[in-house]
Nanobody, 128 residues
Framework: QEQLVESGGGLVQPGGSLRLSCAASGFTLDSYAIGWFRQAPGKEREGVSCISSSDSSKYYADSVKGRFTVSRDNAKNTVYLQMNSLKPEDTAVYYC?????????????????????WGKGTLVTVSS
C-alpha cells in the first residue's frame, strides 16, 4: 500500500530549527515531485515548498524563502524540509504530497490530475 509518512515535528522556540522528513513506502519517490504544505488552526492549507522529481527545480513560498530548504534523498526514499529561524506564524500541521504531474518552478508549484499521495501530517509548534 502506498503511503507517505511525515515526521520530525514538535515544539520549538522562536528562532529554532526543525527538520521534517517525508518517507514513502509502497512506491519509490524518484518519479515524483514532492510538495510541502501546511495548515494553521483556522486557516486554509497553503503550499510551502516543492521539489521536482529530478531535484532540478525548487519552489518556496515568500513567507519561508531564505529560512526553509527542501531536499531529497532518493536512496532513502525520503524528502526533507529543513526549517530554520522559525517564527510563531510557522505553527501548523505540515503535510507532504507526492505527485507525478507536477510543474515546479522557482515561482510556482502546480499539481495536475495525475496520481498523487498525501501524508497525514506532523505538527510543528513554535512558541516560547
Amino acid at each position: 500500500q502506498e503511503q507517505l509518512v511525515e515526521s520530525g515535528g514538535g515544539l520549538v522556540q522562536p528562532g529554532g530549527s526543525l527538520r521534517l522528513s517525508c518517507a514513502a513506502s509502497g512506491f519509490t519517490l524518484d518519479s515524483y515531485a514532492i510538495g510541502w504544505f501546511r495548515q494553521a488552526p483556522g486557516k486554509e492549507r497553503e503550499g510551502v515548498s516543492c521539489i521536482s522529481s529530478s531535484d532540478s527545480s525548487k519552489y518556496y513560498a515568500d513567507s519561508v524563502k531564505g529560512r526553509f530548504t527542501v531536499s531529497r534523498d532518493n536512496a532513502k526514499n525520503t524528502v526533507y524540509l529543513q526549517m530554520n529561524s522559525l517564527k510563531p506564524e510557522d505553527t501548523a500541521v505540515y503535510y507532504c504530497r507526492a505527485g507525478v504531474e507536477v510543474i515546479v518552478t522557482a515561482r510556482s508549484c502546480a499539481y495536475g490530475n495525475g496520481v498523487d499521495y498525501w501524508g497525514k501530517g506532523t505538527l510543528v509548534t513554535v512558541s516560547s
